[in-house]
């Protein structure tokens, strides 16, 4: 598939569900957001048939989102289905890592390619605060487990703000001793009119600030700069940037959506926990696929699909602010 702008759209990021089992300060306020009602959730089976047919148009990689995808009753039934797709090449999720340790060897029979864990600090009581409640043990067991059923590659998403307490070095001194890849991510004005989870360009701090701190702390250590990854990198279809400190196992990336926007090289659609598919990240605009199946069936669906795909636009603009939060479209 190609877009107006001749872009190749061969990615689908696909939310399974809005719940989730964390509060984060940035993501939603503490009482949570409103949840869709069962009613309008999408049905397994009917991801599992929008997702064949995006699969007919052209995706070829999904990566399964929520709010928290591991709450899910099924996720695993789901698994087995998009892998079993002739033309998907990869299923990938994005976690919190809390249930983790206990569904990752289940995630593996069924056909999970491979897993990214988000984390925003390694410090017990700033994650409590951060998750209002969460247990960086859980999280860290997680990440334990997932290298030991064998997923690759493991990538830790960071997303950074200059107003929580984050230790960027110790994260990307977590590359050194094994395989593990980790990402900062910009932080982006997603649900930005809302109490606590309220965006400020101020809290942005842009990837190349990030890289020079890094830096300096890695040279008064003696462990040397970061050089960039120009082969060998880790398995991915998003725009990451990738370093390597000598010698290390891992990577250190950085995904800057605000400072060094990458739209010219978009290549996704997402779809809603209750089916409505986004050209967009940054916009509200969605296309109905669920009520497309439910009335009209799969050309309904192929029909909703092409006009998201017509709709994408350029870039984003720099917009902030959306009517859902992140945990409602799908990170």
Known sequence: MQDCFGRTIDYMRISVTDRCNLRCVYCMPAEGVQQISHDEILRIEEIATIARIASDLGIRRIRLTGGEPLVR??????????????????????????????????????????????????????????????????????????????????????????????????????????????????????????????????????SSELIEHINNKARSQGIGPLHEVVEDKPVGWGPARYYRFDKAFGTVGFISPLSNHFCAQCNRLRMTADGQVRPCLFSDQEFDAKTALRRYGEEGVRKTLSQALASKPDEHHFRVGTLRQMSQIGG
């Open 73 to 206: 009753r099924g996720i695993e039934d789901l698994i087995y289905s998009l892998s079993s797709l002739d033309s998907i090449e990869s299923v990938a999720l994005t976690t919190n890592g809390i249930l983790l340790s206990a569904k990752a060897e289940a995630l593996k029979q069924a056909g999970l390619s491979r897993v990214n864990i988000s984390l925003d600090t390694l410090d017990p009581q700033v994650f409590s605060q951060i998750t209002r409640g969460g247990s960086l043990d859980k999280v860290r067991e997680g990440i334990d487990a997932a290298f030991a059923v064998g997923f690759d590659p493991i990538k830790l998403n960071v997303v950074t703000t200059r107003s929580l307490d984050q230790d960027f070095f110790a994260f990307a001194k977590l590359s050194l001793d094994r395989p593990l890849h980790v990402r900062f991510i910009e932080c982006m004005p997603i649900g930005a009119a809302g109490s606590e989870a309220r965006w400020s360009s101020e809290d942005v701090i842009p």
